[in-house]
């Protein structure tokens, strides 16, 4: 079985991260996954405190396992969910889209472990400072926000830059994955579109289908041009979006055309207008599942490999 620091300072039995994924992470994925010895993160995304709060509750009403809220900080209500997390003395958070030093003094007084998500060495470094428990350094090849670099670049960068334990994130789907992130000096990952097939997963059957259908180029990136990239899968809303970005509409215009994308594809499986993120991982995901075999089955993968790691080393 392996075990690293990540299952000592939360009390999980796998280190693995459920990503916080807007529409898709609620309370019963992330309970599921809870449940299933790993990590389940609620995603608090553009809504208010009070649509968190009926994901706690609905989250602890189906788990006694630690949980986390994913804290998007370009939201506008980022403010209020904040001081709701500390309220309810949630177990974990992570953030995501910008630097969480605002509220993590709040956070930190309430008991609050908080991991940030970095898609850069600076940022790791600068809540390292802040007081961080661990990091998550999640790499390009991720679904939803993406930062330049690869995982297997930004991965062991972030580990020399900080003493904390890091988990890595982007690109991780099977065992194979779970090895080489524990090579690259990760204790621990995070995995999102691999939990979109989960079965307790409430996303639109049509977003999973996307994700199952999907090979090693269906995905693209999109929002270059307003300094918040987005990694989806490939349709005809991400190809005219991305038409549009290098086109002369002003930016607030584009900013309007991305409006309720994700809404359209996650809630009501629409296939031209909706915005499906996922990550490039998506071509290998070829299967549903519950999510407590989804976690049990990549870790005994990676044990396997692990265990034949030193077959080259003469």
Same mark, same amino acid.
């Given at each position: 079985?392996?075990? *690293?620091?990540?299952?000592?300072?939360?009390?999980?039995?796998?280190?693995?991260?459920?990503?916080?994924?807007?529409?898709?992470?609620? #309370?019963?994925?992330?309970?599921?996954?809870?449940?299933?010895? #790993?990590?389940?993160?609620?995603?608090?995304?553009?809504?208010?405190?009070?649509?968190?709060? %009926?994901?706690?509750?609905?989250?602890?009403?189906?788990?006694?396992?630690?949980?986390?809220?994913?804290?998007?900080?370009?939201?506008?209500?980022?403010? =209020?969910?904040?001081?709701?997390?500390?309220?309810?003395?949630?177990?974990?958070?992570? *953030?995501?889209?910008?630097?969480?030093?605002?509220?993590?003094?709040?956070?930190? =007084?309430?008991?609050?472990?908080?991991?940030?998500?970095?898609?850069?060495?600076?940022?790791?470094?600068?809540?390292?400072?802040?007081?961080?428990?661990?990091?998550?350094?999640?790499?390009?090849?991720?679904?939803?926000?993406?930062?330049?670099?690869?995982?297997?670049?930004?991965?062991?960068?972030?580990?020399?830059? +900080?003493?904390?334990?890091?988990?890595?994130?982007?690109?991780?789907?099977? #065992?194979?994955?779970?090895?080489?992130?524990?090579?690259?000096?990760?204790?621990?990952?995070?995995?999102?579109?691999?939990?979109?097939?989960?079965?307790?997963?409430? $996303?639109?059957?049509?977003?999973?289908?996307?994700?199952?259908?999907?090979?090693?180029?269906? *995905?693209?990136?999109?929002?270059?041009?307003?300094?918040?990239? $987005?990694?989806?899968?490939?349709?005809?809303?991400?190809?005219?979006?991305?038409?549009?970005?290098?086109?002369?509409?002003?930016?607030? =215009?584009?900013?309007?055309?991305?409006?309720?994308?994700?809404?359209?594809?996650?809630?009501?499986?629409?296939?031209? +207008? #909706?915005?499906?993120?996922?990550?490039?991982?998506?071509?290998?995901?070829?299967?549903?599942?519950?999510?407590? %075999?989804?976690?049990? %089955?990549?870790?005994?993968?990676? %044990?396997?490999?692990?265990?034949?790691?030193?077959?080259?080393?003469?």
């Amino acid at each position: 079985m392996i075990r *690293t620091p990540i299952c000592d300072l939360l009390g999980i039995e796998y280190p693995i991260f459920q990503g916080g994924m807007a529409w898709i992470s609620d #309370g019963k994925l992330a309970a599921a996954v809870s449940n299933g010895g #790993g990590l389940g993160i609620i995603s608090a995304m553009n809504l208010n405190a009070a649509y968190l709060k %009926e994901q706690i509750d609905l989250c602890r009403s189906l788990t006694d396992k630690p949980f986390g809220v994913n804290v998007m900080l370009m939201s506008p209500h980022a403010g =209020e969910v904040a001081e709701l997390i500390a309220r309810e003395k949630v177990p974990v958070v992570t *953030t995501g889209a910008g630097n969480p030093s605002r509220y993590m003094p709040l956070w930190l =007084e309430a008991g609050v472990k908080v991991i940030p998500v970095v898609a850069s060495v600076a940022m790791a470094r600068l809540v390292t400072k802040a007081g961080a428990a661990a990091i998550i350094a999640e790499g390009g090849e991720s679904g939803g926000h993406v930062g330049d670099l690869t995982t297997m670049v930004l991965v062991p960068q972030v580990v020399d830059a +900080t003493h904390l334990p890091v988990l890595a994130a982007g690109g991780i789907g099977d #065992g194979r994955g779970i090895a080489a992130a524990f090579m690259l000096g990760a204790l621990g990952v995070q995995v999102g579109t691999r939990f979109l097939v989960a079965e307790e997963c409430g $996303v639109h059957e049509n977003y999973k289908k996307k994700v199952l259908k999907a090979n090693d180029i269906a *995905t693209m990136v999109t929002g270059k041009r307003l300094g918040h990239p $987005v990694r989806q899968i490939k349709n005809q809303f991400a190809r005219e979006y991305q038409k549009a970005e290098y086109s002369q509409i002003s930016d607030e =215009e584009l900013e309007k055309l991305g409006s309720g994308a994700l809404y359209r594809a996650a809630v009501l499986g629409d296939e031209k +207008t #909706g915005d499906f993120l996922a990550g490039q991982i998506a071509g290998m995901v070829n299967k549903e599942q519950p999510a407590a %075999e989804i976690i049990r %089955e990549m870790f005994e993968e990676a %044990e396997q490999v692990l265990k034949g790691a030193g077959k080259w080393v003469k």
